[in-house]
């Protein structure tokens, strides 16, 4: 019969655990990337040295590493009753956070020097500076980037589905492995839970796009 | 014996308000400021003349520390500039700048662009900002583009605002930058009339320009610079009437007469 009607809420709840997940994660990433963007751009050259670090060293593990390293390494470092989906909402924040960083990174450059040094010359410390006059221009140019990163972010999500969190990817292995169902039904729905995801990921950034554009 | 030393320290710079001492910078290999020495008194209006690539800019660069220098020391108000931190940027608040370039926060309006600083470096209420910033945009003579967004503005709009907005934090020095280098002919006089103005109401001020005009009229010293030194300062009618110096001669010959 029909594969969606008849497990009509192990999608549901495959769903929003992928929207849970996705919107957590990209909380997270959002929040750090711009926080290690920050110390990239900082006088302070500590902070600048652990921004770098932090950038080359996420960028450049594999998801599925990184998951596990989370998944085993933290809870035998010590940091135990954590549950499987804080831990995937960890490993993909963080990931994600490293190119969201570069993104922000990126449109922080685009911002004239004259605007950061107007800023200090009011009085303004490099915290304000950054915050109102810096971020908020650079964030035009990196939304465009950060929407595709957020969309590559909940594609990501379904590697969680190896580390025992209920979302899209693990309903989708559940219904291939009980018989009965076409397989290819299956990605259909699966891939059309997706989409929906993904587009309103876009739809939402081009809305910010457009609130934030401003006459320059 | 302490107040002795306290008068001993203050005497020299009672009405000093900016004091560089052998104050030395490089770019690479350039060596753009040479053992300049300048004092500058409360209420004194500095024009500071020379060829480009003399340093002049970054002259006026160093006096709020947008440009470091390599050694000598800088002095503003009898204090001397702090390393970046929360220190500098107090210290930076008194001192107004106008750039060439105007930067005016893009994302901001006008009004928001005069406010900003108050209500975050002074801390002032908002409605106190709003008031002090229509009060100084009418006095520039731009109260009614105060809605706008500085892209919407001309050029000399866009200037009298920055002055506006460096004057809402009630700076003791104002440094101009090549304040109308970046502007079109007819709207040169509009931003050398506010700061006529505020000469006359005695801002203590540092002018780097290319307005002779202005420099005969409301410079009370002259600085000319060439290869990063001071090569000769002043009064504006014995500087532009009878200079000393070849180098000034020379500079002089070559944009006067044509």
Redesign the interface.
């Known amino acids: 019969m029909n594969v969606l009607l008849d497990n009509f809420a192990a999608f549901r709840e495959g769903f929003w655990g992928t929207v849970e997940l996705t919107g957590l994660s990209t909380l997270l990433a959002l929040v750090l990337g711009t926080l290690i963007a920050a110390f990239r751009v900082s ?1 302070v050259p500590a902070l600048r040295i652990f921004g770098a670090t932090w950038v080359t060293l996420l960028r450049n593990t594999p998801l599925v590493l990184l998951f596990l390293v989370v998944t085993l390494g933290l809870p035998a470092l010590g940091l135990k009753g954590w549950d499987s989906f804080w831990l995937a909402v960890m490993a993909l924040g963080c990931y994600t956070s490293a190119f969201i960083c570069e993104a922000v990174r990126s449109g922080i450059n685009t911002v ?1 020097v ?2 950061a ?10 915290t ?1 500076t950054l915050g ?2 810096v971020l ?2 650079a964030v ?1 140019t990196a939304i465009p980037p950060i929407g595709s990163l957020i969309i590559a972010l909940a594609k990501n999500s379904a590697i969680a589905s190896g580390f025992n969190v209920v979302e899209l990817g693990s309903v989708m292995k559940t219904l291939n492995s009980a018989a009965g169902y076409n397989i290819y039904v299956i990605f259909f729905w699966i891939a059309l839970c997706y989409l929906i995801i993904t587009f309103a990921v876009s739809g939402l950034f081009r809305l910010l796009e457009h609130k934030l554009a ?3 | 014996m302490s107040e002795v030393d306290v008068t001993k320290d203050s005497a020299p710079g009672g009405d000093d308000l900016v004091v560089l001492e052998n104050v030395n910078k490089h770019f690479g290999a350039l060596h753009v400021l040479q053992d300049i020495d300048l004092t500058i008194a409360r209420g004194e209006v500095v024009v500071v003349i020379g060829p480009s690539g003399s340093g002049k800019s970054t002259l006026c660069r160093t006096i709020n520390r947008l440009e470091t220098v390599d050694s000598g020391t800088i002095r503003i108000d009898g204090e001397p500039l702090p390393a970046e931190g929360r220190e500098l940027a107090r210290l930076r608040a008194d001192v107004g700048m106008v750039f060439q370039s105007f930067n005016l926060f893009a994302h901001k309006t006008v009004l928001e662009n005069v406010t900003l600083g108050q209500i975050k470096v002074r801390k002032a209420a908002k409605a106190k900002a709003e008031e002090k910033a229509r009060q100084l945009l009418d006095r520039v003579g731009v109260g009614s583009q105060a809605d706008k967004y500085p892209a919407q503005l001309s050029g000399g709009q866009q200037q009298r605002v920055a002055i506006a907005r460096a004057l809402a934090m009630d700076p003791k020095v104002m440094l101009f930058d090549e304040p109308t280098s970046a502007l079109d002919p007819e709207m040169i006089n509009e931003v050398l009339e506010v700061m006529q103005q505020l000469a006359r109401d005695g801002m203590t001020m540092v002018v780097v320009t290319h307005e002779m005009g202005f420099a005969r009229s409301a410079a009370n010293r002259v600085l000319f610079m060439a290869d990063g030194r001071i090569v000769e300062q002043a009064r504006p009618d014995q500087f532009f009437t009878a200079p000393k110096s070849d180098r000034a001669k020379d500079f002089l010959s070559k944009i006067l007469h044509h």
Do not use: I, L, Y
């Open positions: 006088p004239p004259g605007q040094e107007a800023a200090r010359s009011v009085g303004m410390t490099f304000q109102n006059v908020p221009q035009r401003v006459p320059r």
